[in-house]
Every structure is written in C-alpha cells, then in structure tokens.
C-alpha cells in the first residue's frame, strides 16, 4: 500500500526566507502527488497537483513542486516566505483511482 | 458561486447519542468523500462514493454510516458505535472517482462529545 511521509512536523522560517516542506512516498507504480494547504479551522484548499507530465510542476501562491522518481519525493517550494502562507500543509499521493492517502502534515510558522 | 457546504460548523454530542453531519455540494461532481482529521495523524477515509445510491467504506468506516440518495448531498451519522468520535471531519468531492482528479474540500464540522 502506498504511503506518504512528511519531515519534520513544524517548519519555522522568516519572511522573505526560502520555504521547504519534504515528502516522500511508496509507491509500486508511477503515483499521482499533490500538496494541499489547510488555514486553521478550514478545509484543504489544493496548491498543485503532479499527474506524470512535466516533473516540476508549479502552483498557485509561487509554490511549485518537483517530482524526483530516484529519490520517490515531491518536495514543496516557495522562494519567499510571506507572513500569509502560515498554514498546514499535507502531502497526498493516489495509484489509480484509489483514495488519497494523507501525510501527516507539516505546519509552516514564519516570523517576521 | 459553485463549492462545498457543511453544517453545521460546531456540534457538541452527549456519549451515546448519534449525530448526522451535513455535506451539499453543488459542483455537479459525482465522486464524494468523508474524511476525519485528529491531530497530527493527517486525513483518514471514512466512505467514498462514486454515484448516487452507491458508497464504500474507507479505512475507519467503524461507527459511521453515509447515505447518497442525490447527487448533490453525502450526510454523514456518527453513531453511539463509534468510541472516540470527537474530530474534525471534511467532506470532499471530485468529478470522479480517479486518481488524477483534484479533490475539493469543504470547511469542515469540528464534533465534541461531551
């Protein structure tokens, strides 16, 4: 069963500072991947999704992501942090139609 | 403007009594999901459904029961059955049941039992 892992439960950068969230997952066959971002009390809000076309996949807010099938990552990205992208952030990946399997989540803090 | 909806917002439930949750979405999608959110575990998958009339457990279906009689709606009931059922739980939809179709998130009822 596939299966996605997050490090690092927090991540506190600055504002302005270079924003990177990791995820890695198992998967047996080419995986569908996305990164959602939740805001306290509200639901998921989808930042970018990867569907085997290009490898870097960029989303909304500057975020992008770059699937790394020899190292099974998907790692997030933001060259500058804002003040606004404090929030949760939770990595997915799907094999077919199967559900979406949910990493942990990694909350993002930023500091002025 | 076209999303998901739930209701309500808070609920507060005494031991032993079943509560229903509300989910409505008016994106014309066919697939929709039931997830419960605890602390630092992510999103577990409670039922999905793929058309109307139709739904499958997720990974904890214990002490849930769903019902899709339309389209547009996926209620939820947390039963007496279910032991810890305080937690945040989202209600999701997709065009359909696919892996490549984006999910879309509705706000989220936070239940408390009391």
């Given at each position: 069963a596939q299966s996605v892992t997050q490090l690092g439960s927090h991540v506190s950068v600055s504002e302005g500072a270079l924003v990177l969230l990791r995820c890695n997952y198992s998967s047996s066959v080419p995986p569908y991947l996305f990164w959602y971002v939740q805001y306290p009390n509200q639901g998921l809000q989808l930042l970018l999704k990867y569907t085997?076309?290009?490898t870097l996949v960029k989303g909304i807010n500057d975020f992008e992501a770059e699937f790394k099938k020899s190292e099974t990552s998907f790692h997030l990205t933001k060259p500058s942090a804002h003040m606004s992208d404090a929030a949760e952030y939770f990595c997915a990946v799907t094999e077919g139609f199967q559900k979406l399997v949910f990493g942990t989540g990694t909350r993002l803090l930023v500091s002025p | 403007d076209g999303g998901i909806t739930q209701s309500p917002k808070y609920l507060f439930r005494k031991e032993g009594q079943n509560v229903t949750l509300s989910c409505e979405q008016?994106?014309?999608?066919?697939a929709m999901y039931w997830y419960r959110q605890d602390p630092g575990q992510g999103l577990r998958l409670i039922y999905y459904s793929q058309i109307v009339n139709d739904f499958q457990k997720g990974d904890i279906a214990e002490g849930y029961s769903v019902s899709r009689e339309k389209k547009e709606s996926f209620p939820l009931t947390v039963t007496?059955?279910?032991?810890?059922?305080?937690a945040f739980y989202l209600c999701a939809s997709s065009?359909?049941?696919?892996?490549?179709d984006t999910q879309y998130f509705g706000p989220g009822t936070r239940l408390t039992v009391l």
């Open positions: 085997s076309a290009a | 008016n994106l014309n999608h066919d007496s059955a279910q032991k810890n059922p305080t065009m359909e049941l696919a892996g490549t």
